[in-house]
């Protein structure tokens, strides 16, 4: 295991909100449109184990370096979720176990298949990984940057506060797909011509095979739709850029457009979700 590998899996733990005062949000609660991100991101958050389960049928599980991180990653990103499920709580939302039970019971069909569908793919090639490795960069650096934007947008001081410690934890995940993704393309032509075309064609906003169409051009456009939002995008796909031979892809700022342009044509960008979740498109279908 690198130094900087062995360093990140140190320094997980448990996100620290004893001092949060989640009980700020039952007077000071957060608009419509911020707690219907947040419901999204509550479930994203909380599927983090079925992918987890999906990456280790790959060749990926072969590779220690790799487990060790995929251990501590998993362990933080559940309590994010944990924590947002205490910001829903806090709105009388339903959330933790009995949301994402609900949100498996409606996937498990798809999810059957998932497995089958890695595992083959890891038999046809041995760059799996790098394409694990950075379709997971791209889901960090967009999940860092959707947390950043939902502070600014709601502009709720608790929840700013929340987030701000999230996405400190999240940038670490950051900086190991990143680099996990970075060496392994470098040193194949074809791990990058395989990597790039998969993201081409099959990369979508985080949580798309999980989430409503609707819900993910909600959160798309509400989050990276405005000028500082579009700004944002472009800055993740710089990032992406710097990654050998995936110059150019446009990812983030290509899906954003899309989700604006047809949300607004079908009317969904900008509509509201009731209470508990049952709004246009609520959680029924992760990244």
């Known amino acids: 295991m690198s130094t900087d ?20 949000f039952r007077t000071a609660p957060l608009d419509a449109e911020s707690l219907r991100c947040l419901r999204y991101m509550h479930d994203i958050e909380g599927h983090t184990m079925c992918y987890l389960r999906d ?10 370096e790799v487990t060790s991180f995929l251990a501590a990653w998993c362990y933080e990103e559940h309590w994010h979720g944990e ?13 933790g176990e009995d949301r994402l039970t609900a949100l498996r019971a409606r996937t498990r069909r798809r999810d059957a298949a998932r497995p089958l569908l890695f595992n083959l793919s890891s038999a046809l090639t041995p760059h799996v990984t790098a394409v694990t490795m ?24 608790v929840l700013r506060e929340l987030l701000r410690r999230i996405m400190k934890q999240e940038g670490r995940h950051i900086d190991f797909y990143m680099a996990q993704a970075r ?26 095979g ?25 800055r993740v796909d710089r990032q ?17 457009k899309d989700a604006v342009r047809k949300g607004v044509l079908i009317g969904e960008v900008g509509s509201g979700c009731n209470g508990n979740g049952n709004g246009p498109g609520s959680a029924s279908s992760a990244a």
């Open 134 to 157: 950075a379709w997971g960069a791209v889901n960090e650096w967009t999940t860092q940057s959707g947390y950043g934007r939902l502070a600014e947008r709601a502009n709720h001081p």
């Open 240 to 256: 992406i850029d710097r990654l050998p031979g995936l110059e150019g892809l446009h990812l983030l700022s290509g899906a954003v």
């Open 183 to 208: 060496a392994r393309l470098a040193r194949s032509r074809t791990a990058q011509r395989l990597v790039r075309f998969s993201l081409a064609h099959w990369w979508a906003p985080v949580g798309a």
């Open 83 to 95: 924590a947002l499920a205490e910001v829903l709580k806090a709105h009388g939302e339903p959330a």
């Open 5 to 24: 590998t062995a360093t990140l899996v140190r320094r997980s733990a448990r996100l620290e909100t004893d001092d949060i005062d989640f009980d700020t």
């Open 55 to 64: 990456v280790l049928v790959t060749r990926a599980h072969k590779d220690p």
């Open 210 to 234: 999980v989430m409503p169409r609707n819900e993910v051009r909600f959160l798309a456009g509400h989050l990276f739709g405005d000028e500082k939002g579009g700004a944002q995008a472009e």
